[in-house]
């Protein structure tokens, strides 16, 4: 039997769902114990479960490390802990989120080890497609989306974790398009978002250059921002984002053997010929060197077709 004084739980319950405090207590006991449900699993795991005639999304954290262990106890808020309170800080704000209903946290020798966050399940299609489809035919989702991002920027709630798959698409006979956010544990509140802020805080909304930039357009008319420069801004961090993804993608999901020298070599061709006069000889020959490695090796990963541009 655990001693007493080394493991300790803390719970805390959104008053509306105080009926489910027995099962929400059962959750650390009882969450590995269970089959099916599952909607996702990699770092953490979420469940989805069904108790007295309502859905529920329970998100398993997975535990720290030795040393994240000490600064989620000490320093930082836990992850369920922060995702429980941000949903509550959004909806106070009228934003919409999946509905908190409880937190819970373990600690073993005083230092946090396991936690679970607890929110009703909505049942909705993410942005995903949006952010990667044509703009005709979209016109009137993307106009009520660049409005949620207004909107979202002017109640000073920065989502630092703003991509497709954690944005809610809705829609209604009363309200049209509504947008909600999910997986809230990395946010920032603040008084005042400029334009570059902004911006930067699209950057890894959109793989089709044409949405973003309808986006940003929107964005700007609302606001009544330069639209050249959101544009150029939204553009320009969105193309640094995806330009690091494209080689951390690359580096951690593709097979070819020596796939890291490859990438090297590919990264050092596309530098030093920017260095070089474009009619040297050998200007010529390293960009035929890093399109042969593009095409063979990378080109699936450029989600964004950042370097494909340069090969056409």
Request: charged share 25%; aromatic share 14%.
């Amino acid at each position: 039997m655990s001693h007493p004084l080394l493991d300790v739980m803390r719970i805390i319950i959104n008053p509306k769902y105080d009926y489910l405090n027995s099962y929400l207590h059962s959750i650390p006991s009882e969450f590995d114990k269970q089959k099916g449900g599952i909607l996702y699993e990699a770092r953490n795991l979420l469940r989805k479960v069904r108790i007295d005639n309502i859905e529920l999304v329970i998100k398993s954290f997975r535990k720290p490390r030795l040393l994240n262990r000490f600064v989620y106890t000490f320093l930082r808020k836990p992850k369920a802990l922060r995702s429980y309170q941000y949903s509550q800080i959004l909806l106070d704000r009228e934003i919409l989120a999946p509905d908190p209903v409880a937190c819970i946290l373990e600690y073993r020798n005083k230092l946090i080890t396991r936690s679970y966050y607890v929110n009703r399940y909505e049942r909705s299609q993410t942005v995903r497609k949006l952010m990667e489809d044509s703009i005709k035919g979209n016109e009137g989702k993307l106009h009520a989306f660049s409005e949620f991002l207004v909107r979202l920027h002017q109640k000073g709630v920065l989502h630092l974790d703003l991509s497709p798959g954690n944005i809610l698409m809705h829609t209604s006979d009363t309200h049209g398009y509504e947008f909600s956010l999910i997986d809230v544990n990395r946010m920032k509140f603040q008084s005042k978002i400029d334009i570059k802020t902004a911006c930067y805080n699209l950057r890894r909304l959109c793989t089709s250059r044409d949405v973003l930039e309808y986006i940003a357009s929107e964005y700007a008319m609302i606001r009544g921002w330069d639209k050249n420069d959101m544009v150029y801004y939204a553009q320009h961090y969105s193309d640094n984002f995806f330009r690091k993804f494209f080689y951390h993608r690359a580096s951690t999901r593709s097979k070819a053997k020596n796939i890291h020298w490859i990438i090297l070599r590919f990264y050092i061709y596309t530098h030093l010929r920017k260095l070089l006069p474009a009619q040297m000889n050998l200007s010529q020959k390293i960009f035929d060197k890093e399109k042969h490695i593009y095409m063979k090796y990378l080109t699936k990963y450029d989600f964004r077709k950042i370097f494909y541009q340069d090969y056409l």
